[in-house]
């Protein structure tokens, strides 16, 4: 697509839905539910128009089939190639040709790996929720950064309170009830070999470092979970992270007036809520 194109398309495109191509951008699949929330809307045929236009433009992507209503998954949406291109003519965006080529593959992408995308994407906009002022920043946000394991998290959280200098800070992983054993032990080694390094941002900028969030699938995963990564951790050289889990379920009934659904893995009988899973490590 040529620049004349690119600035061409890019005028045919309204802020709104610019906004919309901002948020899949920003969480790779999303929910006509979870883009509205997102854009502050309300329930109505709006946003679905926009959708449709989008996609007749040939920016956007809908994944849907009949297996999905059966298994109550929503329509996802994706942005297409000529979509990534619009964002790309933005300098606010540092889109490479390759991610543009290796988004094609979206289009064949598994159930699982959308359904994974649209938990996060539900997860971090309840935490906005439930915590005004609160930053999120996806794994297609933080990758080349340097200031992160090679292994990403699905997040980084990040919520500044007024008095404090520093933010708090929180990595956030999906764990899905078929995560195998290995990958888990991975994910602690991983992590744990990262900030045992005292070179790297979080040992040379004297920020706390982040409490690792483990949102499971189920009550009977996050148990095991838990298990498994206490035993980890009492066989690490490094046992300076602290590591909390809870399940989409606690947080998607979680409210104002019941935040407290965070256990510590080496305690799990004590349930802290969001800014106690960090103010230990401050």
């Not at 690119?6 to 699949?29: C, D, M, P, W």
């Not at 008095?163 to 990958?183: C, M, S, V």
């Not at 889990?245 to 947080?251: C, N």
């Not at 305690?267 to 490590?281: F, G, K, R, V």
Request: with cysteine; glycine share 6%; net charge positive.
């Amino acid at each position: 697509m040529s620049d004349y194109t690119i600035v061409k398309h890019r005028k045919n495109i309204s802020e709104g839905q610019l906004a919309v191509l901002r948020l899949l951008y920003k969480y790779r699949f999303g929910s006509i539910e979870l883009l509205r929330i997102s854009l502050g809307l309300n329930e109505g045929p709006g946003l679905y128009k926009k959708l449709e236009i989008l996609i007749a433009q040939g920016y956007v992507g809908k994944r849907f089939e009949s297996s999905y209503r059966i298994k109550g998954i929503p329509a996802a949406y994706y942005l297409k190639p000529s979509g990534l291109k619009v964002l790309q003519a933005l300098p606010e965006y540092p889109i490479s040709d390759s991610l543009i080529k290796y988004s094609y593959s979206d289009k064949r992408r598994s159930l699982v790996h959308i359904t994974h995308c649209l938990q996060v994407y539900g997860a971090l906009s309840k935490l906005q929720r439930l915590y005004p002022g609160l930053r999120v920043f996806t794994k297609r946000e933080l990758a080349g950064q340097k200031h992160f394991p090679e292994e990403l998290p699905d997040a980084l959280v990040s919520l500044k309170l007024e008095g404090k200098t520093k933010p708090y800070r929180w990595f956030l992983d999906i764990l899905a009830d078929w995560t195998p054993r290995h990958k888990i032990d991975k994910k602690v080694a991983d992590y744990d070999e990262f900030f045992d390094n005292e070179d790297n941002y979080w040992g040379t900028s004297h920020h706390p470092l982040p409490a690792v969030l483990l949102l499971c699938e189920s009550g009977s995963f996050e148990r095991r979970v838990q298990r498994l990564v206490s035993r980890k951790l009492q066989g690490a050289e490094v046992n300076e992270l602290k590591y909390y889990t809870s399940t989409l379920k606690a947080l998607k009934h979680a409210d104002a007036a019941s935040v407290e659904i965070w256990s510590d893995v080496e305690d799990p009988e004590e349930i802290h809520d969001l800014l106690a899973t960090q103010a230990a490590n401050s």
